[in-house]
């Protein structure tokens, strides 16, 4: 089935230590992107890419690093930096293209605690 | 500033008492307004896209209108299945082509 696959689905990190989200896409979609949810608050865009080897920083990127080194994968790497890393994480893809409306697609999510 | 604002945050509706969800906004440039529902724990999943005023578009229960100020997602004799929180979305913009999202409706049915 065509679709966003994310792992892990539950992940701890310890204090001081950097862990890597995985995405990958089946969809051919140019264009991907992470999302971070908190409670209360609407999706916030950490990343997006929309081309292989190109990526923005969006409206919360600090503390977070990406790659797109292949269409189908855009995985999110979360620092030490990263101050309050404790959310669930969505990776979306859709279709590129600037000047249309183009429909964002989500994984099922990765949850992600500090202990 | 640019916003999406959701409301309620919360509706509670008995098994077959039908309601709308209202998302409003303020931004220039509408490209597309999408709604989403999710379950707990999950992604969202997307439901609908509108693209202008006066639009409309249906699945099963659901039914999307668009005006040029806010979309209604009203929901016809719901039932207990249908309990999600439901996002707006609002493209917008030019060359930014940017995307906000509302902070969600809970919706609650009880049978």
């Known amino acids: 089935d065509g679709g966003i696959t994310q792992s892990p689905k539950y992940l701890f990190r310890k204090e001081g230590q950097n862990v890597t989200l995985s995405c990958e896409q089946n969809l051919n979609h140019d264009a991907m992107y992470w999302y971070r949810q908190d409670p209360g608050q609407g999706l916030r865009l950490i990343y997006y890419?929309?081309?292989?080897?190109?990526?923005q920083k969006g409206d919360i990127a600090e503390g977070y690093s990406v790659s797109r080194e292949k269409k189908e994968s855009f995985p999110l790497t979360v620092t030490s930096a990263q101050k309050n890393p404790t959310a669930f994480y969505l990776c979306a893809s859709s279709t590129s293209g600037p000047n249309s409306g183009n429909t964002i697609y989500f994984g099922e999510g990765s949850w992600l605690t500090v202990v | 500033e640019d916003q999406v604002t959701q409301s309620p945050e919360a509706l509670r509706l008995q098994e077959g008492e039908s309601s709308s969800l209202n998302c409003s906004y303020t931004?220039?440039?509408?490209?597309?307004l999408f709604w989403y529902r999710q379950d707990p724990g999950k992604g969202p999943e997307f439901l609908f896209t509108l693209y202008s005023a006066g639009e409309e578009k249906e699945k099963e229960r659901l039914k999307a209108t668009l005006t040029k100020k806010e979309s209604f997602l009203h929901i016809t004799a719901p039932k207990p299945e249908d309990s999600a929180t439901y996002l707006c979305a609002v493209r917008y913009g030019g060359a930014t082509n940017k995307l906000i999202f509302g902070t969600g409706t809970l919706l609650a049915v009880q049978p």
């Open positions: 931004v220039s440039g509408l490209r597309g």
């Open positions: 890419s929309q081309i292989v080897n190109d990526f």
